[in-house]
């Protein structure tokens, strides 16, 4: 059954739907509603059991977060939309463009990864031994079980190849920060893989549209009034 995901909008025009990351909520996005909003219909989700978006029952993957998305938007009467994810979101930004590439007129991806290698070592391994701590500690304690869904997106998610991507063929921008958690060469990997897509090294970590957003805001909107986007 579908649920009704929270949404924070301002704006008015064509509309831009933000994505966020694992265990954030589309507050993140507080810097890009002020900056973008003069301009666009700016739409910030909170992602099925994040934020104020209820659980529900169904299975907590990327993919049912790319069907939550597409209920949404069929909701609002959307059809047509700009589509920025970052990290996770950015994840389902790419599956939900794969299953209905007609809703995407463009796409931004910030800090996404294919697989769970994409991510620097460095940071993946202290995820992967705390997922082993909480699938122990829920055996005895059911309320470890949210952090280990959380967790558990990160060990065993997404799981896109390369190839894929071929199939996306709307105007895209591949951001990351210059040292973002997102390895290199798997963000140069994601550019090259999706026809014409432009890729953006800027200065700052994963989190750089929120703790720089001044030059992040400045080169997607450049992106998006690129070719005539309203």
Known sequence: MAIRLHYVERGAGVPLVLLHGNGEDGSYFVHQMDYFSQQYRVIALDTRGHGKSPRGSAPFTLEQF???????????????????????????ALIFTLRWPQYVEKLVLN???????????????????????????????????????????????PNLRPGQLSAILCPTLVVAGERDIIRGEHTVCIARSIPGAELAILPGNHFLAHQNSGPFNRRVEDFLQKGGCP
């Open 66 to 92: 790319a069907q939550d998305l597409k209920d949404t938007l069929d909701r609002l009467g959307l059809t047509r939309v700009l589509l920025l994810g970052f990290s996770d979101g950015a994840n389902i």
């Open 111 to 157: 800090g996404g990864n294919l697989d769970p290698k994409g991510v620097k070592w460095s940071v993946q391994l202290p995820i992967c031994m705390g997922y082993r701590l909480v699938c122990l500690l829920e055996a005895i304690d059911r309320r470890a079980w949210p952090k280990r869904e959380l967790l558990e997106l990160m060990v065993k998610q």
